[in-house]
């Protein structure tokens, strides 16, 4: 899920200094309950995202233009399983119970995609770049708050799909070819930056533990002011993406 503009503009997972449950392992942090509990609701969510991004990947193939661009996608779809299959298989590892880990998050993905169901490829293709960066953006924010080994594990599942890449060239293409496309797809984006956030907000405003490792807490040195950057950072990769690819925030 990781975007072209990743490498150059690396978020506080990769560049801070580590205190306090951060600078721990798992097995020294998870001794903490609510911190344990914390991290289970964040890989479930994170699963079931990486579940829902394989099926619409392959469920978008069937709009794609050409067999190459089928086949591309259909590449990604693999690589995003292969992402679920890592959370799964850790939550499995710690004695967690994947389903039961994912299922408090089903429904609102389920939401926001059928409220955003694209009409048709370009709108497929913006929703995959822009929902897939924002939901990509927040987790390496929160990365930074996650012991070593949690840690580790979510920034490898954010690993570049090569949709950020495919997406820009594709819907640049498609705005040269036509510039009235880029007004329609300059809306669609809009709304699903709105919709994305909206959801995000609901979902860690229903779990607990989850939204006090955000607002602090659990994870050291972290506040409401804290949570205002993060949107906002989130908010100026979106902007910068945006412009990537040709349209206008």
């Given amino acids: 899920m990781e975007t072209p503009d990743n490498a150059e503009n690396a978020t506080p997972a990769e560049t801070a200094e580590h205190t306090g449950i951060a600078a721990q392992d798992w097995a020294a942090a998870s001794a903490e309950p609510q911190y344990r509990a914390a991290v289970v609701d964040l890989l479930g969510a994170l699963a079931y995202g990486e579940l829902a991004a394989f099926e619409r990947l392959a469920e978008d193939a069937k709009l794609a233009p050409t067999l190459a661009d089928k086949a591309e996608l259909a590449k990604m779809a693999s690589a995003e399983f292969h992402h679920f299959e890592q959370l799964r298989n850790r939550l499995a590892a710690i004695d967690e119970e994947p389903t039961a880990a994912m299922e408090p ?4 993905l389920d939401d926001f995609h059928r409220q955003t ?14 929902g897939d960066s924002i939901a990509s953006d927040f987790y390496r924010e929160v990365a930074v708050r996650l012991d070593s080994d949690t840690r580790a594990l979510v920034l490898s599942v954010l690993d570049d799909t090569g949709h950020g890449n495919f997406a820009v060239e ?7 070819a036509d510039p009235r496309v880029g007004g329609r797809l300059a809306l669609w ?40 950057r993060m949107f906002s950072r989130i908010t100026e990769a979106h902007t910068k993406r945006m412009a990537a690819l040709g349209l206008a925030a």
């Avoid at 959801?199 to 949570?227: H, I, K, N, P, W």
């Fill in 189 to 228: 984006a809009r709304r699903l930056m709105g919709e994305a956030l909206s959801q995000a907000q609901r979902v860690v405003a229903e779990r607990d533990a989850l939204s006090t490792m955000l607002v602090g807490g659990v994870a050291d040195g972290f506040d409401l002011a804290e949570v205002g």
């Fill in 170 to 176: 594709k819907v640049r293409a498609a705005i040269e």
């Fill in 117 to 130: 169901a694209p009409s048709d490829w370009l709108e497929g293709l913006v929703k995959a770049y822009v």
């Fill in 105 to 108: 998050f089903a429904k609102a």
